[in-house]
């Protein structure tokens, strides 16, 4: 069952299949750079095949059930929320209170967790019978720009109209927009793409946050633990399936505008006009609409418009289908329903009316039709708005000097996740110790690499010395032999290659000017054959960076992934090329300078057929600006660790940091094969 108000149709899509419809594109494809429809439609296929994927294997409720507990494991593991962090004391204190006609607003705040402070309006009944036990609904804020007041003075309306009809409303602010200042954009705008390695994503905090809201309404006296529903649109669309998914204390989820598909955040890039708040970090690369999934079979009203374009309605289709099909297996249909709304991206009067009357009639068993949902609106034009409150007195700290010093907020990303400390193994334990670290990184940082990555596949011939690979279907991995080293090339067919003392392959950087640093010349002895192996991204696959929205870094994420993993695939796979054309006697070593030897290293990592790695100053920590970032991994270990992880292989490190260079050779020790281990202090540009 579904309900269309002032609705229009539109194509209906398969649930288990690809797309069979075009989807509403947002903006035009980036072709600056030669390497732009290259990692364009490279997304595009891997998107399609996680796609694909929904419910492959669930054929009846009792398939399903055996799934959702690992789902729900690994869903809050993509929040950053597994394991669930302790719920500490919320510390709820109410500041000030704001009395209404027939309403009352407390304006009050908590931690969630100790000095990270949510600060909320609370709207309750003016007269409320002793003893008596209300229905709750948790509000959650999209973006709207209210300044030092908060976001969550924009959306009082709807508090309002919950008190006046019986219920509490808790309504929030967010961690960006709310009244402590903080960020939503780090990865967007702001370059800290150590989030993806450390697995924080600020939808985290949202739902944490209203998490123990939920914790603090449960607490009241007046709530009924029984009757709670979450609703927001927008950003607190996302949230509402954020929370509801992760606490099943919500029984009716109403989220309005803040879902769309992979399908539409990646190929169609609708991801570009989301900040990070509105994603988790697709880890166990699901089809989005497990998300919603996991709140089958409470009651869902999934909400949209018809000219969203940031949820378009293509996207709304293909999720509210596939939410029919789970809750069908419930037998419990006619607890998801859809709105289709014509208009933009907003709040309109047959919204407000469906979202009201479906908690009514999920929590007090009203069904009966919403007449009075256009009261106590804030109108106006977005930058003069008129507000039934002024939005000052709905501020929780009334003045700057009334915020807390201890708060966290601003810095919350730094604590959020945290980060994993390496033991080092002593000896005798360093194959268990590896082996547990490396089962742990294929599971949420290296998840979709195969057993073993198959050797690049020659494309094109360009030059004697230059040739075009295919590292992986879609991707193009440039690699050249240096003359500088000898006269005749390796590349060209037909060649002779038994000469070789070594093979060197040098991983280029991003952002270099030379193929060969001077440092590889230093290494170079007489026999060696030498490449350059440019992965995607770099040289003649670069593609077009905007920051703002970063889109295709921003997207690797979402299908499990980082563009960085795709350059040690690429790496990986070039060197098995090499391997492949020469004796089987002749080592072939990576090389690589600041964040491309971490890339040698990682390759080397995965691949045997790698014999040594040769680095020149690497990055202390994926938390570097220079490193490269793979999903979750500082949950897992750090540089330092996986260049002990390479023992009892051959490892030479250009460096004069005591700290990285002890850490490395304690590990080596550990295996007994310290001589494998080199330092190299006097070859340091």
Not at 72 to 81: D, P, Q, R
Request: aromatic share 10%; with cysteine; charged share 25%.
């Amino acid at each position: 069952m579904r309900f269309w108000y002032m609705a229009v149709l539109v194509s209906v899509m398969t649930f288990g299949g690809a797309p069979t419809a075009k989807g509403q594109t947002y903006g035009l494809p980036d072709r600056g750079e030669r390497g732009d429809e290259m990692i364009q439609e490279y997304l595009r296929g891997e998107t399609e095949e996680i796609h694909r994927r929904f419910f492959q294997n669930v054929e009846s409720v009792e398939d399903w059930k055996k799934l959702r507990p690992k789902y729900k494991e690994e869903y809050l593991y993509m929040l950053g929320l597994w394991p669930m962090p302790q719920k500490t004391p919320l510390k709820a204190t109410i500041t000030r209170t704001l009395q209404g006609d027939d309403y009352i607003v407390d304006m009050l705040h908590y931690q969630s967790r100790p000095q990270l402070y949510v600060t909320a309006n609370l709207y309750r009944p003016k007269n409320i019978a002793k003893g008596q036990h209300l229905p709750a609904v948790l509000y959650v804020c999209g973006h709207s720009l209210r300044g030092r007041s908060g976001n969550k003075t924009a959306f009082q309306s709807h508090g309002i109209w919950f008190a006046r009809h019986g219920y509490i409303c808790l309504i929030l602010d967010t961690l960006q927009l709310g009244e402590i200042a903080a960020i939503h954009h780090g990865t967007y705008r702001e370059g800290r793409w150590w989030w993806h390695s450390r697995g924080y994503t600020p939808a985290g905090v949202e739902c944490l946050n209203g998490i123990r809201g939920i914790d603090y309404l449960v607490s009241r006296p007046d709530v009924d633990p029984g009757r709670i529903a979450v609703t927001g649109i927008s950003g607190g669309g996302a949230a509402t399936f954020w929370i509801a998914a992760a606490d099943e204390r919500v029984k009716v989820a109403v989220p309005v505008s803040g879902m769309a598909d992979l399908m539409s955040y990646v190929p169609n890039r609708v991801i570009n006009g989301h900040c990070d708040c509105m994603f988790l970090y697709n880890t166990f690369q699901w089809p989005w609409t497990y998300i919603a999934a996991l709140v089958a079979p409470r009651p869902l009203l999934f909400v949209n418009s018809d000219q969203d374009s940031i949820f378009p309605v293509d996207a709304n289709q293909r999720v509210i289908n596939r939410l029919e099909q789970v809750y069908s297996l419930y037998g419990a249909g006619d607890f998801v329903d859809s709105v289709v709304s014509i208009g933009g991206h907003a709040y309109r009067q047959d919204i407000r009316q469906a979202v009201y009357r479906f908690i009514n009639m999920h929590l007090k068993n009203d069904a009966s039709v919403v007449s009075d949902s256009e009261v106590d609106l804030v109108t106006g034009p977005d930058n003069n708005p008129r507000h039934p409150i002024e939005p000052e007195k709905l501020r929780v700290f009334p003045e700057d000097s009334d915020i807390p010093r201890d708060e966290l907020n601003a810095t919350i990303d730094q604590y959020f996740v945290p980060m994993t400390q390496v033991e080092p193994p002593h000896r005798g334990e360093y194959e268990g110790w590896k082996a547990s670290l490396l089962a742990e990184l294929r599971r949420v940082t290296f998840r979709y690499f195969p057993e073993r990555i198959p050797p690049a596949k020659l494309l094109e011939q360009v030059q004697p010395d230059d040739v075009l690979l295919a590292s992986e279907p879609g991707i193009k991995v440039r690699l050249q032999s240096v003359d500088a080293f000898r006269s005749t090339s390796r590349l060209s067919t037909g060649k002779s290659t038994e000469d070789a003392k070594r093979v060197l392959m040098v991983v280029r950087n991003a952002d270099s000017t030379v193929d060969i640093p001077q440092w590889v010349h230093d290494v170079h002895e007489p026999g060696d054959h030498v490449y350059v192996c440019a992965p995607r991204g770099i040289d003649q696959t670069r593609w077009t960076r905007k920051n703002p929205p970063n889109y295709v870094e921003r997207s690797h994420v979402l299908l499990g992934r980082t563009v960085d993993t795709g350059r040690v695939w690429d790496v990986i796979a070039t060197a098995r090329y090499l391997r492949g054309k020469y004796n089987e006697s002749v080592p072939v070593y990576v090389l690589g300078e600041g964040g491309s030897g971490v890339l040698a290293a990682y390759a080397a990592l995965w691949e045997p057929d790698i014999t040594g790695v040769m680095v020149n100053k690497p990055p202390l920590s994926h938390i570097s600006g220079e490193a490269p970032q793979f999903l979750n991994v500082l949950r897992v270990c750090d540089i330092p660790d996986v260049l002990g992880m390479l023992a009892p292989r051959a490892l030479t490190v250009y460096d004069n940091r005591s700290e990285l260079l002890r850490q490395v050779a304690g590990i080596y020790a550990a295996v007994g094969a310290s001589t494998k281990f080199v330092q190299k202090l006097d070859k340091v540009d």
